[in-house]
Structure formats: structure tokens, C-alpha cells
Nanobody, 124 residues
């Protein structure tokens, strides 16, 4: 059984930085493309960032490009989302997701495994 555990969400002020962590328990982390999604109240869940199994490929939502950085540590079965210059519109529940892949690319839609989410609130 694969379990994803997110952590790091909290209340911050606009302009602050925050790093979210996603630990993947079970399965073979090295085969997973990992993605971060977010969902704000009243909005649909949206893809924020993704990283390929090797870490060699990444993809970002336009509005976070240059501010957010996704990374992974395959020795610790952990993916990180470093967020800089946070804005009130970044407020949402952030979810981590993982999908096993047979080659090195970024999955952006269909994921088999999801975490429970961590709340990020950015005050103005």
C-alpha cells in the first residue's frame, strides 16, 4: 500500500517563503512521477508543479513559474515544493500525488496515489 504524507503548510504573510514536503511510503519511489496540486475554496483542483522520476524534468503552472521549485530526494522518498514570494491567491489546500511511470516524464493529470493535503494560507 502506498501512502503519501504532506507536511509544512501553515499561515504566512504575503512575500514569505514556505517549503512543503511529501513523503511517499510504500512502493518504489524511484519509479514515481510526483505532482503537487492545490484547491482553493470554490475552485477546482489545479496542477501546480510536477517532477519526473529522475528529477530531470519539471513542469509548472504559469502563475507559479519562477516562484515555486519542485525537487525530490530519491534516497529519502521525499518530494519538496519550495514556494517563494507567496501571494494571497496561493492560499489553498496543497496535495501531493504520485504515479508510477515506465519512463522519465512528468505526469500532469492521472495519478493513482494521493495525500490528504496540507493547508497553506497567505495573508495580505
Amino acid at each position: 500500500q502506498v501512502k503519501l504524507v504532506e507536511s509544512g503548510g501553515r499561515l504566512v504573510q504575503a512575500g514569505d517563503s514556505l517549503t512543503l514536503s511529501c513523503e511517499v511510503r510504500g512502493g518504489d519511489f524511484r519509479t514515481y512521477s510526483v505532482g503537487w496540486f492545490r484547491q482553493a475554496p470554490g475552485n477546482e483542483r489545479e496542477f501546480v508543479a510536477g517532477i519526473s522520476r529522475s528529477g530531470g524534468y519539471t513542469f509548472y503552472l504559469d502563475s507559479v513559474e519562477g516562484r515555486f521549485t519542485i525537487s525530490r530526494d530519491n534516497t529519502r522518498n521525499t518530494a519538496l515544493l519550495k514556494m517563494l514570494s507567496l501571494r494571497p491567491e496561493d492560499t489553498a489546500v496543497y496535495y501531493c500525488a504520485a504515479e508510477s511511470t515506465h519512463s522519465d516524464y512528468v505526469v500532469r493529470s492521472t495519478f493513482d496515489h494521493w495525500g490528504q493535503g496540507t493547508q497553506v494560507t497567505v495573508s495580505s
